[in-house]
């Protein structure tokens, strides 16, 4: 029952933004990454509340290291 079970991958080795792309439809995920592009519209916070109101659970300190590049995404 339990083969095969393995530890998860640590954090600092992906990127939950780069994760939504496997749960949201692409259209989705292209307006995603158009609100997190768009910070004078969408303050981290707020934007993770949004998020968070339509079930998506994406932190505000997720997309704010997601922002300043500084991230799983953007590391070599």
Same mark, same amino acid.
């Given at each position: ?11 600092? *080795?992906?990127? &939950? ?9 692409? &259209? *989705? ?15 981290? &916070? ?21 922002? &300043? ?8």
């Amino acid at each position: 029952m339990l083969e095969g079970l393995t530890p998860p991958k640590p954090k600092s *080795d992906y990127c &939950k933004i780069d994760l939504m792309k496997s749960e949201l439809s692409e &259209k *989705d995920y292209k307006i995603l990454l158009e609100a997190i592009a768009n910070a004078e519209a969408w303050g981290a &916070k707020t934007l993770s509340n949004a998020l968070r109101a339509r079930g998506v659970s994406v932190a505000d300190t997720t997309i704010s290291k997601h922002r &300043k590049k500084i991230c799983a995404c953007f590391r070599g």
